[in-house]
């Protein structure tokens, strides 16, 4: 076991050291100059060339990136080259948006997915399942900017409830800031609904077939009772499992719905860095990111190692 | 056992119903290159937003162009960018993963670590960056899309190959004096052939999504080719005049996704008898 | 359809509402106004940045320069109260207004000023429009109200660039800190940003000159077209400036609640053309390509109605102006014969570069359509604003592209010897100089008519229209500006009714 956290732990390192070069390669190679992009059309070559020095654009190529590299490894993300502020100043401001949406996301998605699997295995093959299976097929087909652009026709534009797009802040009290992030988490949670509410059903039916409930089962406990004390506690790891595996889709979901909504999220903030070529927020969001993806996956792995008994890799 | 009482060679119903979806989509496009009640890319300025009618059955657009005719035309470029994707992905991914499984340790542990790094940057977000360096378009969203297919299927057809090579005919096999590459070839290919195919439809359908999101935020197929993605962006700016617009395409897009899915959820239980055998209740 | 009684129901809350509001706004009038804006300010430092959102929140409201551009396009005092230029056209007086304070409190004299446009010019400035500080051969200050300004060359625009967001008068202390805490000398006063929401500014109560009527303002970053036009619907905002959803504009014309106000900016949107590239350089297929846009549908398809077409690179609403939109009419057949005459019987392929205002990217798909009926093939390749610049306004790597030119009075680009339309005329570059060396209005105005029919033979880049300044407000707020003279939203006039 140890050698296996071992493994996973290094092998995690590498991959984001090995991220932050990919990352920091690739936005050497995006054509635009953020310091040209600031001072625009009339800007001239003395200007430039202060500003890029201003920037520290004009070191070498190495420098920048060890320098980067370096300020990373102590937590310091650097200083946004648009926005004048420390990146972790915006990326904690974002973060105020996006983790309220993901966990509202994850929470509906899980509150609505577990019953629904639940029952659909219940009735496996009668109405309920059908209904199931139908509701997740069509989840798992929309796309979530085509889901967020239904619901603000029907809610916002029709019904009026809740705002198109936009988001008030924290500052101005919780109801209306969480009042905005109804629909997004909405659009981000069907679809995630969809797939778990799938993965459940699966999950409990094969757990049924397990020796332990059919034991439960002969000894004449009721259906009821082994769908939730035996089946549902044993069918959460694969749940819990695909939900972390789902967890880089709700990243690039939330980049996607925060632009449908123009919500002031992390993914925002990220799209539209990419845009202005500011190309400290872009490593040091994109970074963060594969940072947050590659630790949640390794906590998965680990967590499906610890709970399950049976050697790992015997298969 | 009620699952006794099941026909065991009966064809699920998913795949019936994937294939039949998937069948018209292709219909569709196939029929798009011959007909479509009016060219595509026919821009009629004053005959724009109109509602459905007999004349346009979907209505027509912010440019006046016939949406029945685009989104017909739009599953041409759905289907062509989804199969480019899925098609470069699996002459990557196979290969790759085949040699990590018949490597061993180090050749795995690279392919294990560059499917990490891959897998570290949500498909869309490394398309978005893709895209910045290589500029927007379909060529350059087929290539990202298919970098994150290549690590997808590398690592299914890893893991599957590795089964494979545990099995005792494969030591048979070798002890016979067979190469690492006959036994390949001979037997970890053919028997994780299914796999890789439910997997290649599953990320088929995947490939459709992103490159709708991706057209939706400017970045994919480029006008005046129609693209789904791109007509819902289009159609979110005048939500107020013309909203059915956001509706069709978004229908073309969740029918398209079902159908290959389904497919592919067909092909498993199909082509994998465990996941029949399951549950008792 | 309603029926009669319907109707008249309707029509009877409609009154009852409005009389309600009316007698809440009598009253008591708003002091507070919420003003709608598509892009967010990257920062708030106009002395440091192009972008124009900075200077729609700042500009008048926040920051004023020596003098500034009123709603008619006049210049007006703003810091200085007034001015003299001596005959020799080199030397410039400012006198500063007596009690002028910054936001912060410490007094705004003659060493802020000399501080200002010394930063401007140095070596290490970063002022995006650092060219119009440079005749600037030095700033005295004999006291702490008077500024004296010697230029090392006579310069006609000083003035006008003088009263730019990028001469705003800043303070050595508080300059380092502009982008994110702004202190100005203004009327209203930074409060607070919500970053990716608004930025709220207050009025300033130590504000030496008059006071403006509203005690708060909000701009509100809204940039999702269904979102902006939901917030008025909603109330959300009061008004929403450089509106750019047009075709919700019947909408709000036929509601009473709402004023819709189309004005003029300086933005002409042209199809630049790399004259110097094949087959560009030709003098035919430019005209061929005059011929094959058709302006009138161009205007509809983009701006629905809302736009004036123009022949040449030179705004309608100014004076000097000569109509040239005859010149070329839509005439696909002669477009295609110039083009077989060109060599090219049977069109070309090329590509169209677009940026991202949605005018752009719109026009050019119409654009694109348009040339593709006469055999011109043009490729769309969607940019965003980084890559625009460095590849076709600085790298002059490109065919075709769509883009409004936004700076007041900027014909004398196409005498610029390394532009990017790669025009080269001995004739326009003549008349240009004939036209520094002229203080005559009239006779400036007759040489600006000369070079704009000079371009418009030359056809040398797809003149199309001029951008429009739409504003959609509530009814009974006033004092906004209708025309777009700088890149502006100046609330300190604003008022409820």
Not at chain 1, 181 to 206: F, H
Not at chain 1, 293 to 299: E, I, W
Request: aromatic share 8%; glycine share 8%.
């Amino acid at each position: 076991m140890l050698a296996f956290l071992l493994h996973r732990l290094v092998s995690l390192i590498v991959t984001v050291w090995l991220a932050t070069i990919v990352v920091f390669a690739v936005l050497q190679l995006v054509p635009g100059d953020p310091a040209l992009l600031m001072l625009g059309t009339g800007a001239q070559p003395d200007t430039l060339a202060a500003l890029r020095a201003q920037m520290g654009l004009d070191l070498p190529v190495l420098t920048r990136y060890l320098h980067w590299a370096g300020a990373l490894a102590h937590g310091d993300l650097g200083v946004s080259l648009t926005y004048a502020r420390p990146v972790t100043e915006l990326v904690a401001e974002r973060l105020a948006v996006t983790l309220p949406l993901a966990l509202l996301a994850l929470a509906v998605s899980t509150a609505a997915a577990i019953p629904l699997g639940l029952l659909a295995a219940s009735r496996r093959g009668r109405g309920g399942d059908w209904a199931v299976l139908g509701f997740a097929q069509l989840g798992v087909s929309m796309p979530s900017f085509w889901i967020a652009i239904l619901l603000i026709l029907l809610f916002s534009l029709t019904l009026h409830w809740f705002p198109a797009g936009g988001f008030p802040g924290w500052g101005g009290g919780v109801g209306p800031a969480l009042h905005a992030l109804v629909l997004p988490a909405l659009a981000l949670a069907l679809p995630e609904a969809a797939i778990l509410a799938r993965v459940t059903r699966t999950a409990v039916l094969d757990t049924l077939g397990e020796d332990h409930v059919r034991t439960a089962r002969a000894k004449g406990v009721g259906r009821a009772a082994v769908l939730l004390r035996h089946a549902l506690p044993n069918a959460l790891i694969p749940v819990a499992t695909v939900l972390g595996l789902q967890i880089s889709f709700l990243v690039a979901g939330a980049v996607v719905v925060e632009n449908v909504f123009t919500l002031p999220g992390l993914g925002r903030l990220l799209y539209q860095a990419i845009g202005q070529r500011d190309l400290i927020v872009v490593q040091g969001v994109v970074v963060l990111l594969a940072l947050f993806v590659v630790v949640v996956s390794a906590l998965v792995d680990i967590a499906c190692a610890l709970a399950d008994p049976r050697p790992r890799a015997a298969s | 056992m009620r699952m006794m009482l099941r026909p065991m060679k009966r064809l699920p119903l998913s795949l019936h119903l994937g294939a039949a979806l998937t069948a018209l989509l292709v219909a569709m496009a196939l029929l798009s290159l011959l007909w479509t009640p009016y060219p595509a890319e026919q821009v009629r300025v004053l005959a724009r937003l109109k509602p459905p009618s007999l004349e346009h059955w979907l209505g027509t657009d912010h440019f006046g162009r016939d949406v029945l005719s685009m989104i017909m035309v739009g599953a041409r470029n759905s289907l062509a960018v989804g199969a480019a994707a899925v098609g470069l992905g699996l002459a990557a991914g196979v290969p790759l993963g085949l040699l990590a499984a018949g490597l061993g340790r180090w050749g795995d542990e690279v392919v294990a670590r560059l499917g990490d790094l891959v897998f570290a940057f949500p498909a869309v977000l490394s398309a978005i960056l893709l895209t910045a360096v290589l500029g927007a378009g379909a060529v350059n969203v087929v290539l990202a899309l298919a970098l994150f297919n290549a690590a997808v299927l590398a690592r299914v057809t890893r893991g599957a190959a590795l089964a494979v090579w545990r099995r005792p005919y494969v030591g048979a096999a070798l002890a016979l004096g067979r190469g690492p590459l006959s036994v390949t070839l001979v037997h970890v290919l053919p028997n994780i052939a299914g796999i890789v195919v439910v997997q290649a439809t599953v990320l088929f359908a995947v490939a459709i999504v992103n490159e709708a999101a991706l057209s939706y935020l400017g970045l994919g197929i480029q006008p005046p080719s129609p693209s789904w993605g791109k007509m819902l962006g289009d159609a979110q700016t005048y939500l107020f005049t013309a909203p059915l617009q956001a509706v069709f395409p978004g229908i073309a897009i969740a029918l398209c996704v079902m159908g290959l899915t389904m497919l592919g959820d067909g092909l498993r239980d199909w082509l994998d008898p465990r996941h029949r055998s399951s549950g008792v209740l | 359809m309603p029926t009669a009684k319907q109707r008249f129901t309707l029509a009877a809350v409609a009154v009852l509402v409005l009389a309600a509001a009316s007698q809440a706004a009598m009253a008591q009038p708003r002091t507070d106004l919420v003003v709608g804006m598509q892009l967010e300010p990257p920062h708030l430092d106009p002395t440091a940045g192009a972008a124009g959102a900075i200077k729609e929140v700042t500009y008048a409201n926040l920051f004023e320069p020596l003098l500034r551009v009123n709603a008619d396009g006049a210049l007006i005092p703003a810091l200085a109260e007034r001015w003299s230029v001596s005959d020799d056209g080199l030397t410039y007086r400012f006198t500063l207004r007596p009690n002028a304070k910054f936001h912060d409190g410490t007094t705004a004299d003659s060493a802020d000023v000399k501080f200002t446009l010394d930063r401007a010019r140095a070596a290490d400035s970063v002022n995006a429009q650092k060219a119009y500080f440079a005749p600037i051969a030095s700033v005295e200050t004999p006291d702490p109200r008077s500024v004296v300004v010697t230029l090392s060359r006579p310069d006609g625009l000083f003035l006008a660039h003088m009263a730019s967001g990028d001469a705003a008068i800043v303070a050595p202390e508080t300059a380092a800190t502009n982008k994110q805490k702004p202190v100005g000398t203004g009327p209203f006063k930074f409060d607070r940003w919500v970053a990716g929401d608004r930025v709220v500014l207050v009025r300033n109560p130590d504000y030496d000159g008059p006071k403006p009527a509203l005690e708060r303002v909000s701009f509100r970053f809204i940039s999702d077209p269904a979102a902006q036009v939901a917030a008025l619907k909603a109330g959300d905002v009061d008004a929403f400036t450089l509106f750019s959803t047009y075709e919700a504009l019947p909408e709000f014309r036929n509601d009473p609640a709402f004023k819709v106000m189309v004005g003029s900016t300086e933005g002409e949107t042209i199809l630049s053309t790399n004259n110097a590239r094949k087959p560009f350089d030709d003098v035919r297929v430019r005209r061929a390509m005059a011929h094959a846009i058709d302006r009138k549908t161009l205007i509809e398809g983009v701006l629905y109605g809302n736009g004036v077409a123009i022949g040449s690179h030179f705004p309608p609403h100014r004076e000097g102006y000569v109509d040239l939109t005859g010149m070329y009419p839509y005439d696909p057949a002669k477009a295609k014969a110039l083009l077989a005459e060109a060599g090219y019987p049977n069109g070309f392929d090329t590509t169209l570069r677009l940026p991202p205002p949605p005018y752009a990217r719109r026009g050019g798909e119409l654009v694109a359509a348009m040339l593709a009926e006469v055999g011109i093939r043009a490729k769309i390749e969607p940019v965003e604003w980084a890559a625009w610049l460095e590849k076709t306004f600085k790298g002059k790597d490109y065919d075709l592209t769509l883009i409004a030119h936004t700076e007041p009075l900027d014909i004398d680009i196409y005498a610029r010897p390394d532009y990017y339309f790669n025009y080269k005329s001995e004739r326009f570059n003549a008349l240009n100089d004939e036209l520094n060396r002229t203080q005559d209005q009239a006779k400036r105005n007759a040489l600006y008519g000369e070079e704009q029919r000079v371009l418009a033979e030359d056809a040398v880049n797809g003149f199309l229209f001029m951008l429009p300044s739409v504003t959609v407000q509530k009814a009974n707020l006033t004092g906004l500006w209708v025309n777009r003279p700088v890149q502006a939203n100046d609330v300190t006039g604003a008022a409820w009714r």
